[in-house]
């Protein structure tokens, strides 16, 4: 199956820092790719949906300018998480949109984020 | 209203047993009807996918989606431990957005 990277797959970091984490497909293009976070024993909330070359868009009630997302190649997309705070600690995944097959989306691991 | 309703279990098997997970959904529009599985800390990862109505079987997994009841269900034969996982629906109108279930918790017990 196709191959979606994303990393880091975990990170510590300072309330105040920001952390930039990459979804990267690695055998697709994606022009669209999908920002979703997981708290435990919950199911998968998306945050936003990325598209290559144009703004991303934004589920109700995240912050744009805290959850900053590029999605500058087609195998690329970052999220950037501005001045972390402890309710920010979650598990984020990213899904990527193969252009060949758009029914389906395949998964990064998931990064793991606590901030202290 | 949640778009897809699922049953969170926790569902506890014996090794060999056939498991059944199902989701019920609201939207009559969804087309497209997914089960991925996911193990602890990790992303989820596709098991199957099948469009609009019907079955689909895939070695030991079986998915069905029934439209007119609005009712998805995924089965699985000669359960395993490596199945032990959370079993997440998800659906789609047009591939577009994806419409995630709460997921289910399996373990398959030796």
């Known amino acids: 199956g196709a191959v979606v990277s994303q990393h880091p797959s975990w990170v510590i970091c300072k309330s105040g820092t920001s952390v930039k984490i990459e979804c990267r497909s690695l055998?697709?293009?994606?022009?669209?790719m999908f920002w979703y976070r997981q708290f435990p024993k919950q199911s998968l909330m998306l945050m936003a949906t990325?598209?290559?070359?144009?703004?991303?868009?934004?589920e109700q009630g995240v912050e744009k300018d805290k959850f900053l997302i590029n999605h500058a190649s087609l195998t690329l997309s970052t999220l950037t998480v501005t001045s972390a705070h402890p309710e920010d600690s979650s598990f984020y995944i990213c899904s990527a949109r193969d252009d060949r097959v758009v029914t389906e989306a395949f998964f990064g691991q998931g990064t793991r984020l606590t901030v202290v | 209203q949640k778009e897809v309703e699922q049953d969170p279990g926790p569902l506890s098997v014996p090794e060999g047993a056939i498991v059944s997970l199902n989701c019920t959904y609201s939207?009559?529009?969804?087309?497209?009807f997914m089960w991925y599985r996911q193990y602890s800390r990790k992303g989820p990862e596709l098991l199957m996918y099948t469009y609009s109505s019907g079955n689909k079987e895939d070695g030991r997994f079986t998915a069905q989606v029934d439209k007119s009841s609005k009712y998805i269900s995924l089965f699985i034969r000669d359960s395993q431990p490596s199945d032990s996982a959370t079993y997440l629906c998800?659906?789609?109108?047009?591939?577009?957005?994806?419409?995630f279930g709460t997921g289910t918790s399996l373990t398959v017990i030796p």
């Open positions: 939207n009559s529009a969804f087309q497209y």
């Open positions: 990325s598209n290559e070359g144009s703004k991303a868009t934004y």
């Open positions: 055998d697709f293009q994606a022009t669209t």
């Open positions: 998800a659906m789609s109108f047009t591939g577009n957005q994806f419409y």
